[in-house]
């Protein structure tokens, strides 16, 4: 497999991952004029898009679907309650089962919890090697640890810094909001929970979804090493996704 993520943070989330088979999008929360730019400035043409997976339905998710559906008109993999919430006429779709096959591509749902009407991560897997793609969410179930154990990629929400949040112009509620159970994952949480999955296995991990106004790659980054090291994990290769630039078309 092959993935970049095409943009990250609260303006819009993307992500392109490819198959031998398959080329397709996780999320499509930027522009359908950026995705287009952003497939082309790393080879792939926006017509060889066949699937969209949708992590869930608020904006910075969803915002360029009606346009790439009228262009380009992929298969939308999602659930009822998204679709509803959509509120979005779609041609093509699948409600998205618990697991399931895709040509050479097998996909897991992972339940999130999340302020929306349905959300879920994804765990894809080709030819022995896996991706773990988890955003948007307050917390990770225990009973899906096993699930996202010893992966190759993991791409991997780290939204904010706690101090930041508490001491940032973010109103109480709002604050409130974001650290719950139904809000986003900080670097802390995101980082125990990497220490926890990671294992000689793991090649790379893509932290996703940094707060503009209450997190840095420089905190996030020093977060996730100092975890680590004091599990006494290996430490793959880290990555900090941005708002408005590819990452590197990386190997799985």
Sequence with gaps: MRVSVLASGSKGNSTYIETEKLKFLVDIGPSCAYIERSLKSIG?????????????????HVAGLRVFLKKYNPVVYLSS???????????????????TSIEDLNIITIKTSHDTSDSHGFVFTCNKKSIVYITDTGYINMRNFDKLRGKSLYIF??????????????PYHLQQRI????????????????SEFIDKNTKRIVLIHLSEENNTPEIALETLKQTLKSKKKKRPEII????KECTELMEV
Excluded at 44 to 60: C, E, G, R
């Design 240 to 243: 900090i996704a941005k708002q």
């Design 81 to 99: 309650k998204m679709h509803e919430e959509l509120g979005l006429k779609i041609d093509k779709y699948i409600y998205i089962n618990k697991e």
């Design 157 to 170: 929400e780290s939204n904010h810094d706690i101090r930041m949040l508490r001491e940032g112009k973010y």
């Design 179 to 194: 650290l719950s159970d139904k809000g986003h994952l900080s670097n802390k949480d995101s980082s125990y929970y990497l």
């Design 44 to 60: 792939v043409n926006p017509n060889d898009i066949k699937i969209i997976f949708l992590t869930h339905a608020h904006v910075d």
